[in-house]
């Protein structure tokens, strides 16, 4: 059976969605998955790089190896080629070709973050109508299970917790929290969701 539009990833400038989906068995949560635990752990990368090249060449290169091999299983050609360069440049002691490559890094890596927040916002078919209001016992047990999910990063208990609270009728006052939340979760984006929601759920 041939699969329907919505079981395609959209594309993403700077990796190739197609190729990426295959390697991961052609399970789309999966793959948004992987791009969600990418975004959490390496947007800062580049900054740490550029600081280990100062203090400790050898875990520099033992993250640009790291990185490298996260960003070829992603199909993410151009900073992959990239990193390549950088790895080989540190593995050379070329010091004279850090500059560029790191700031190709520092550019292209947030961007791709971004890209992959976007793309998922855009994948999802919009909103469930919101149904009747919420009791304040349910939606304080469903943003408790939340942050057990968030813990945890189990993706699919996640938007699923998240999807219960959007079909339902949240106050006025806390429908900004949980749009900013909702964004978060939609873009596997959960250590900053995680810490949003303790701050709400503390404040």
Request: hydrophobic letters at 40%; a negative charge; one cysteine or more.
């Given at each position: 059976?041939?699969?329907?539009?919505?079981?395609?990833?959209?594309?993403?400038?700077?990796?190739?969605?197609a190729?990426?989906?295959?390697?991961?068995?052609?399970?789309?949560?999966?793959?948004?998955?992987v791009?969600?635990?990418?975004?959490?752990?390496?947007?800062?990368?580049?900054?740490?790089l550029?600081?280990?090249?100062?203090q400790?060449?050898a875990?520099?290169?033992?993250l640009?190896?790291?990185?490298?091999?996260?960003?070829?299983?992603?199909?993410?050609?151009?900073?992959?080629a990239?990193?390549?360069?950088?790895?080989?440049?540190i593995?050379e002691?070329?010091?004279?070709?850090?500059?560029?490559l790191?700031?190709?890094?520092?550019?292209?890596?947030?961007?791709?973050?971004?890209?992959i927040?976007?793309?998922?916002?855009?994948?999802?078919?919009?909103?469930?109508?919101?149904?009747?209001?919420?009791?304040p016992?349910?939606?304080?047990?469903?943003?408790?299970?939340?942050?057990?999910?968030?813990?945890?990063?189990?993706?699919?208990?996640?938007?699923s917790?998240?999807?219960?609270?959007?079909?339902?009728?949240?106050?006025?006052?806390?429908?900004?929290?949980?749009?900013?939340l909702?964004?978060?979760?939609?873009?596997?984006?959960?250590?900053?969701?995680?810490?949003?929601?303790?701050?709400?759920?503390?404040?």
């Amino acid at each position: 059976m041939e699969p329907c539009p919505g079981d395609q990833p959209p594309p993403i400038p700077g990796i190739d969605s197609a190729e990426l989906l295959e390697r991961v068995g052609d399970d789309l949560d999966l793959f948004w998955e992987v791009l969600g635990e990418f975004s959490d752990s390496y947007r800062d990368t580049p900054a740490q790089l550029a600081v280990a090249l100062e203090q400790d060449p050898a875990a520099a290169r033992q993250l640009a190896h790291t990185l490298k091999g996260v960003l070829g299983n992603l199909a993410a050609a151009d900073l992959f080629a990239a990193c390549t360069a950088l790895h080989e440049a540190i593995r050379e002691d070329h010091p004279e070709r850090y500059p560029s490559l790191i700031a190709t890094l520092a550019q292209g890596i947030p961007a791709l973050c971004d890209a992959i927040a976007w793309a998922r916002t855009g994948a999802d078919q919009g909103d469930p109508a919101p149904g009747p209001a919420a009791d304040p016992a349910w939606r304080r047990e469903r943003y408790a299970a939340l942050r057990l999910a968030l813990e945890g990063h189990r993706a699919r208990d996640c938007k699923s917790l998240a999807e219960e609270l959007a079909a339902t009728e949240l106050p006025s006052a806390e429908r900004p929290f949980f749009d900013e939340l909702h964004g978060l979760i939609r873009a596997y984006r959960f250590k900053e969701a995680q810490t949003l929601l303790e701050r709400h759920l503390n404040g």
